[in-house]
């Protein structure tokens, strides 16, 4: 072996035994959005700055009169929050992944290799669905049903569920794992529609399930027709007939619930936030600077995040939030300082939510967060050592 | 520890719906990242060193390349152009101040417990001496021997001339030679004359 050889294995190495956080296109967003923001700061204290200089006013004067004059107590960071100082509290109700194990709210552990790579799990008819992210090479999302200790794989989908009160929803490809071309919505493994393109699920409706579709799909009620989609990626509604129906002004969608027919996700003219009709796309409101993640089990409430990204100010972190789902009103908004919250915020019920956040120290634990603004932990605090091979996921939506 | 819950009376608006545009079909960003940011993170891990430095990285690209995506889609090889978008943001960040106050750790985070002792020596060892290269080698090492580039593609990734790639990868495999020097498998195939990976494609 050379030394070539060797770097090669090695770098293999690293990426195949590291476990990665999952990229959605609402982080992609929020981070877009954040850019954004400092560029106008940036170019708003170029530009004030400009003013002083050409006022003559020297910016040191100002700051030496007015700086430190501002630097009052409520200015001093919070102690750094660790997760071992919450408070434990009662084991998850909904499924979690740590490493090979899928932990159900019974607290019964499921294991199978499938559920260390996986991009999400959840009970179906005969067992364990769970989608596998894997091969570095050529990416690719292995379906399988994990039952009574075997896993079954059934194909290559997409890496997501649409949960609903059924079984859950997912995509197979029709020719393997080439992933191109079409393939089939299946439900507890019979298919409930079908499609060109690869429309990823996100969740159910009573008039059937909610996608995020590709630039155009195919209506097979119209010879000639098809529903075609604005701008870079449309929402839809795939009725069990096959026959796709657009969800007006929303680009992405998010979540979904029965109760009120409502759909959160983003906006097609300026990605933010937003929930809709879902048979008339009116916009019902807006959540200005979130990530809107799913809603409570009654539709409620709908739970959100506000991520800030790496922190470098003690005291500053990612913020969960709960708002009212038919009046966009904010209920309860919890900042969670120094922490990064690493996935989608989960309701149990319509009490509390669920997330996985991890401290400065780089160790994690799962949060809950109830409405009423208690903060506790469900497992146990995972030291940076075993984040990478033990690290925890909510199960259905990671 | 305090946690800030606030009983906010603002936070969501009602508002009315506005006009939409069509730029046209093309592919659609969600199902490109969808396929891609695995392979596009597992790259920025190995520039950065660091999984939660290499997600930074990930994301601010990616967002960069959400904005520009009704351009970007068009191109011929978006998989190749988002590859060059990280290399350079990447190139970016270490040219920032800021950046070159970070220090290079002597242990890396979050290692699995060794199966084999004996190799996870050697690819512990490899890793650390990877992510001690200057920022520049060792972009040139992910990209020749992980991304398995040809000198040419990565001097038109980096924006530099072929001899640069050649004279930054050739002081790397020294300084990893020098750096093991017994280690049994390089020791072996350098006593067998085996050929480097460079000496190959001169052959070709």
């Known amino acids: ?398 | 520890m305090r946690m800030q819950s606030t009983h906010p009376t603002g936070g969501a608006v009602a508002t009315p719906t506005g006009p939409s545009h069509d730029p046209g079909d093309g592919q659609d960003f969600e199902s490109w990242l969808a396929a891609r940011a695995g392979s596009l993170q597992r790259t920025a891990h190995l520039l950065t060193g660091d999984v939660h430095s290499g997600q930074d990285l990930l994301q601010t690209t990616l967002a960069k390349l959400f904005r520009g995506w009704d351009r970007i889609r068009r191109v011929d090889n978006v998989d190749a152009y988002a590859r060059k978008a990280l290399v350079n943001e990447y190139r970016s960040s270490w040219r920032r101040p800021v950046r070159r106050l970070e220090q290079v750790v002597e242990t890396v985070p979050d290692r699995p417990a060794p199966e084999s002792p004996a190799y996870d020596d050697t690819r512990e060892a490899v890793w650390r001496f990877v992510c001690s290269l200057p920022p520049r080698q060792r972009t040139v090492v992910v990209l020749r021997f992980y991304e398995q580039l040809t000198e040419g593609e990565i001097a038109d990734v980096m924006g530099i001339s072929v001899g640069t790639v050649k004279s930054q990868s050739s002081r790397a495999i020294a300084s990893l030679r020098a750096l093991l020097p017994d280690h049994p498998e390089i020791t072996a195939a350098r006593e067998a004359g085996a050929p480097t990976r460079d000496t190959q494609e001169e052959d070709r």
């Open chain 1, 1 to 398: 072996m050379t030394a070539e050889d060797l770097l090669t294995r090695t770098l293999l190495d690293v990426v195949e035994t590291t476990d990665y956080p999952t990229t959605s296109t609402a982080d992609v967003v929020t981070r877009s959005r954040t850019i954004r923001r400092r560029h106008r700061r940036t170019t708003l204290l170029v530009a004030a700055a400009a003013v002083l200089v050409l006022g003559g006013v020297s910016a040191a004067v100002v700051l030496d009169h007015h700086g430190s004059a501002n630097l009052g107590p409520s200015s001093k960071p919070d102690p750094a929050a660790k997760l071992p100082d919450i408070p434990l509290g009662a084991a998850p109700k909904v499924g979690i992944l740590s490493g090979d194990v899928y932990l159900t709210p019974q607290g019964e552990r499921i294991t199978s290799p499938a559920f260390r790579h996986a991009a999400a799990a959840a009970p179906t008819t005969g067992g364990v669905l769970v989608v596998s992210q894997s091969n570095w090479r050529h990416p690719r999302n292995d379906v399988s049903l994990v039952s009574d200790g075997a896993t079954t794989p059934l194909g290559c989908g997409l890496p997501g569920f649409a949960i609903g009160p059924g079984d859950p929803v997912y995509w197979l490809f029709d020719n393997g794992c080439a992933g191109q071309g079409g393939g089939h919505l299946v439900e507890a493994g019979r298919n409930v529609a079908v499609h060109q393109g690869a429309p990823f699920p996100v969740a159910t409706l009573d008039s059937g399930v909610v996608v995020n579709g590709p630039a155009w799909l195919p209506d097979p009620q119209k010879h000639r027709g098809s529903v075609r989609t604005l701008g870079r990626a449309a929402a839809l509604v795939i009725a069990p007939d096959g026959t796709a129906r657009r969800i007006p002004h929303l680009a992405t969608a998010q979540t979904a619930t029965r109760a009120g027919d409502l759909v959160a996700g983003l906006n097609q003219i300026d990605t933010s936030a937003v929930v809709v009709d879902a048979s008339t796309g009116a916009v019902r409101w807006r959540a200005v600077a979130w990530t809107l993640s799913h809603f409570s089990a009654s539709g409620k409430y709908v739970s959100g995040t506000q991520s800030v990204g790496p922190q470098t100010s003690p005291g500053v972190g990612d913020v969960v939030g709960v708002f009212d789902s038919a009046s966009g009103r904010l209920v309860r908004s919890v900042v969670l300082p120094d922490m990064v919250v690493k996935s989608q915020a989960v309701w149990e019920g319509d009490d509390a939510v669920l997330v996985v956040a991890q401290d400065a120290a780089h160790q994690e634990s799962i949060l809950r967060i109830g409405v009423d603004g208690s903060v506790t932990r469900a497992t146990k605090v995972l030291p940076p050592t075993q984040v990478r091979q033990y690290g925890f996921r909510l199960a259905a939506t990671p």
